[in-house]
Protein backbone atom coordinates (compact mmCIF):
# COMPACT_ATOMS: atom_id res chain seq x y z
CA UNK A 1 0.00 0.00 0.00
CA UNK A 2 0.93 3.90 -0.54
CA UNK A 3 2.03 6.05 2.02
CA UNK A 4 3.29 9.15 2.49
CA UNK A 5 5.08 10.71 5.54
CA UNK A 6 5.70 14.47 6.54
CA UNK A 7 8.16 14.02 9.23
CA UNK A 8 7.77 17.54 10.84
CA UNK A 9 4.94 18.81 11.97
CA UNK A 10 5.58 22.43 12.21
CA UNK A 11 8.75 24.05 10.45
CA UNK A 12 9.67 27.66 11.05
CA UNK A 13 12.04 29.81 9.44
CA UNK A 14 12.28 33.47 9.11
CA UNK A 15 11.56 35.87 5.74
CA UNK A 16 14.33 35.98 2.90
CA UNK A 17 15.48 32.46 4.41
CA UNK A 18 14.97 29.24 2.00
CA UNK A 19 12.77 26.88 3.10
CA UNK A 20 12.68 23.05 3.46
CA UNK A 21 8.82 21.07 3.64
CA UNK A 22 10.11 17.09 3.83
CA UNK A 23 8.14 14.50 2.40
CA UNK A 24 8.95 10.38 1.83
CA UNK A 25 7.39 8.15 0.49
CA UNK A 26 6.62 4.44 -0.36
CA UNK A 27 4.37 2.91 -3.29
CA UNK A 28 4.50 0.37 -5.27
CA UNK A 29 5.77 0.90 -9.47
CA UNK A 30 6.55 4.25 -10.31
CA UNK A 31 5.74 7.33 -7.92
CA UNK A 32 2.96 10.40 -9.08
CA UNK A 33 3.96 13.06 -6.15
CA UNK A 34 2.18 16.32 -5.75
CA UNK A 35 2.67 19.29 -3.20
CA UNK A 36 -0.55 20.73 -2.28
CA UNK A 37 -0.79 24.31 0.24
CA UNK A 38 -3.89 24.73 2.45
CA UNK A 39 -4.73 28.40 3.54
CA UNK A 40 -6.63 29.13 6.46
CA UNK A 41 -10.42 27.99 5.87
CA UNK A 42 -9.89 27.16 2.33
CA UNK A 43 -9.46 24.05 0.16
CA UNK A 44 -6.46 23.05 -0.99
CA UNK A 45 -4.49 24.43 -4.10
CA UNK A 46 -2.36 22.40 -6.00
CA UNK A 47 1.94 23.37 -6.20
CA UNK A 48 3.32 20.92 -8.21
CA UNK A 49 3.81 17.46 -9.33
CA UNK A 50 6.31 14.66 -10.39
CA UNK A 51 5.29 12.08 -13.15
CA UNK A 52 8.32 11.54 -14.92
CA UNK A 53 11.48 13.49 -15.86
CA UNK A 54 13.80 16.23 -14.41
CA UNK A 55 14.43 15.11 -10.83
CA UNK A 56 13.59 18.85 -9.95
CA UNK A 57 10.57 20.34 -10.35
CA UNK A 58 8.87 23.85 -10.51
CA UNK A 59 5.62 24.87 -9.24
CA UNK A 60 3.54 28.30 -8.37
CA UNK A 61 4.15 30.59 -6.31
CA UNK A 62 8.49 30.00 -6.64
CA UNK A 63 8.39 26.66 -5.40
CA UNK A 64 10.14 23.60 -6.32
CA UNK A 65 10.15 20.24 -5.56
CA UNK A 66 13.11 17.96 -5.26
CA UNK A 67 12.44 14.45 -6.43
CA UNK A 68 15.07 11.59 -5.03
CA UNK A 69 14.51 7.92 -6.06
CA UNK A 70 17.73 6.36 -3.42
CA UNK A 71 16.40 8.13 -0.42
CA UNK A 72 12.46 7.88 -2.10
CA UNK A 73 12.07 11.55 -0.67
CA UNK A 74 9.92 14.62 -2.38
CA UNK A 75 10.96 17.44 -0.48
CA UNK A 76 9.48 21.20 -1.73
CA UNK A 77 11.81 24.23 -1.80
CA UNK A 78 11.69 27.89 -1.86
CA UNK A 79 14.91 29.87 -2.00
CA UNK A 80 13.56 32.59 -0.13
CA UNK A 81 10.23 32.49 2.23
CA UNK A 82 7.79 35.10 2.74
CA UNK A 83 5.22 35.70 5.36
CA UNK A 84 2.50 34.65 2.89
CA UNK A 85 3.94 31.77 2.59
CA UNK A 86 2.60 30.41 6.22
CA UNK A 87 -0.10 27.37 5.58
CA UNK A 88 -0.20 24.12 5.84
CA UNK A 89 1.81 21.80 2.87
CA UNK A 90 0.48 18.25 2.34
CA UNK A 91 2.26 16.17 0.40
CA UNK A 92 0.74 13.28 -1.75
CA UNK A 93 1.34 10.09 -3.83
CA UNK A 94 -1.09 8.88 -6.76
CA UNK A 95 -1.33 4.88 -7.07
CA UNK A 96 -2.62 3.44 -10.29
CA UNK A 97 -5.62 1.77 -8.86
CA UNK A 98 -9.02 2.38 -8.18
CA UNK A 99 -8.74 4.69 -11.91
CA UNK A 100 -6.00 5.98 -10.78
CA UNK A 101 -7.96 7.86 -7.76
CA UNK A 102 -5.91 6.65 -5.03
CA UNK A 103 -4.13 9.54 -4.04
CA UNK A 104 -2.62 8.92 -0.43
CA UNK A 105 -1.94 12.46 1.45
CA UNK A 106 0.73 12.74 4.15
CA UNK A 107 -0.82 14.27 7.32
CA UNK A 108 0.51 17.67 6.38
CA UNK A 109 3.21 20.18 7.62
CA UNK A 110 2.76 23.98 9.01
CA UNK A 111 5.28 26.13 7.80
CA UNK A 112 5.69 29.23 9.34
CA UNK A 113 7.77 32.49 7.68
CA UNK A 114 8.64 34.97 10.80
CA UNK A 115 9.00 38.40 9.72
CA UNK B 1 -15.93 29.70 -13.65
CA UNK B 2 -16.52 29.07 -10.02
CA UNK B 3 -14.91 26.39 -10.09
CA UNK B 4 -15.57 23.39 -7.12
CA UNK B 5 -18.52 24.87 -4.67
CA UNK B 6 -19.49 23.24 -1.90
CA UNK B 7 -22.57 23.80 0.47
CA UNK B 8 -23.01 24.44 3.56
CA UNK B 9 -19.87 25.89 5.05
CA UNK B 10 -20.71 24.44 8.41
CA UNK B 11 -23.09 22.36 9.90
CA UNK B 12 -24.04 21.01 13.50
CA UNK B 13 -25.85 17.99 13.05
CA UNK B 14 -27.42 15.67 16.58
CA UNK B 15 -26.56 12.07 15.90
CA UNK B 16 -28.79 10.00 14.29
CA UNK B 17 -29.78 12.82 11.89
CA UNK B 18 -29.41 12.67 7.98
CA UNK B 19 -27.97 15.09 5.67
CA UNK B 20 -26.50 15.55 2.35
CA UNK B 21 -23.47 17.63 0.99
CA UNK B 22 -23.67 19.30 -1.58
CA UNK B 23 -20.86 19.64 -4.17
CA UNK B 24 -20.85 21.31 -7.76
CA UNK B 25 -17.93 21.85 -10.12
CA UNK B 26 -18.64 24.23 -13.66
CA UNK B 27 -15.25 22.51 -15.34
CA UNK B 28 -17.05 19.82 -17.07
CA UNK B 29 -14.48 17.67 -15.24
CA UNK B 30 -14.92 13.72 -14.99
CA UNK B 31 -13.57 12.84 -11.87
CA UNK B 32 -15.18 14.19 -8.59
CA UNK B 33 -14.12 12.62 -4.75
CA UNK B 34 -14.87 13.38 -1.11
CA UNK B 35 -12.51 13.27 1.11
CA UNK B 36 -12.65 13.89 4.76
CA UNK B 37 -9.85 16.13 7.00
CA UNK B 38 -8.77 14.97 10.49
CA UNK B 39 -6.01 16.67 12.55
CA UNK B 40 -3.00 14.84 11.90
CA UNK B 41 -3.90 12.68 9.52
CA UNK B 42 -4.23 14.18 6.37
CA UNK B 43 -6.91 13.68 3.56
CA UNK B 44 -8.82 10.46 3.46
CA UNK B 45 -10.55 9.22 0.27
CA UNK B 46 -14.46 8.70 1.20
CA UNK B 47 -15.98 8.16 -2.39
CA UNK B 48 -14.73 8.86 -5.75
CA UNK B 49 -16.83 9.26 -9.14
CA UNK B 50 -15.06 8.80 -13.01
CA UNK B 51 -18.23 9.96 -14.81
CA UNK B 52 -21.81 10.75 -14.46
CA UNK B 53 -23.17 7.24 -13.20
CA UNK B 54 -19.90 5.55 -11.76
CA UNK B 55 -19.20 5.97 -8.17
CA UNK B 56 -17.04 3.57 -6.07
CA UNK B 57 -15.73 3.51 -2.72
CA UNK B 58 -12.55 5.04 -1.48
CA UNK B 59 -10.24 4.14 1.79
CA UNK B 60 -13.20 5.87 4.23
CA UNK B 61 -16.46 4.90 2.59
CA UNK B 62 -18.71 3.79 5.86
CA UNK B 63 -21.37 5.82 6.56
CA UNK B 64 -21.74 7.32 3.30
CA UNK B 65 -23.36 7.42 0.19
CA UNK B 66 -23.00 9.03 -3.55
CA UNK B 67 -24.58 9.06 -6.62
CA UNK B 68 -23.69 11.11 -10.12
CA UNK B 69 -26.51 11.92 -11.89
CA UNK B 70 -25.07 14.93 -14.24
CA UNK B 71 -21.28 15.61 -14.50
CA UNK B 72 -21.56 18.92 -12.52
CA UNK B 73 -22.73 17.55 -9.24
CA UNK B 74 -21.98 14.73 -6.85
CA UNK B 75 -23.62 14.85 -3.60
CA UNK B 76 -22.20 13.13 -0.43
CA UNK B 77 -25.45 11.51 1.95
CA UNK B 78 -25.04 11.03 6.18
CA UNK B 79 -27.33 8.40 5.98
CA UNK B 80 -27.45 8.40 10.24
CA UNK B 81 -24.62 10.59 11.26
CA UNK B 82 -22.63 9.48 14.11
CA UNK B 83 -19.88 11.48 16.44
CA UNK B 84 -16.94 10.00 14.43
CA UNK B 85 -17.58 11.86 11.30
CA UNK B 86 -17.03 15.30 12.76
CA UNK B 87 -14.99 16.39 10.74
CA UNK B 88 -13.78 18.85 7.40
CA UNK B 89 -15.27 17.61 3.95
CA UNK B 90 -13.59 18.55 0.87
CA UNK B 91 -15.36 18.01 -2.92
CA UNK B 92 -12.57 17.85 -5.40
CA UNK B 93 -12.27 17.49 -9.56
CA UNK B 94 -9.76 17.26 -11.74
CA UNK B 95 -10.56 16.54 -15.57
CA UNK B 96 -9.31 13.37 -16.26
CA UNK B 97 -7.52 9.61 -15.78
CA UNK B 98 -4.75 11.56 -17.46
CA UNK B 99 -4.67 15.01 -15.43
CA UNK B 100 -3.51 14.63 -12.20
CA UNK B 101 -4.32 18.21 -10.54
CA UNK B 102 -7.54 18.47 -8.77
CA UNK B 103 -9.20 21.20 -7.67
CA UNK B 104 -10.83 21.32 -4.20
CA UNK B 105 -13.65 23.14 -2.43
CA UNK B 106 -13.18 25.76 0.04
CA UNK B 107 -14.92 22.62 2.10
CA UNK B 108 -17.59 22.01 4.86
CA UNK B 109 -17.42 21.58 8.34
CA UNK B 110 -19.42 19.20 9.80
CA UNK B 111 -20.30 18.63 13.69
CA UNK B 112 -22.22 15.82 15.13
CA UNK B 113 -23.28 16.08 18.66
Known amino acids: AQSVAQPEDQVNVAEGNPLTVKCTYS??????LFWYVQYPNRGLQFLLK??????LVKGSYGFEAEFNKSQTSFHLKKPSALVSDSALYFC?????????????FGPGTRLSVLP | NAGVTQTPKFQVLKTGQSMTLQCAQD?????MSWYRQDPGMGLRLIHYSVGAGITDQGEVPNGYNVSRSTTEDFPLRLLSAAPSQTSVYFC????????????FGPGTRLTVT
Open chain 1, 27 to 32: VSGNPY
Open chain 1, 92 to 104: AVRDGGNYGQNFV
Open chain 2, 27 to 31: MNHEY
Open chain 2, 92 to 103: ASRPDRDNYEQY
Open chain 1, 50 to 55: YITGDN
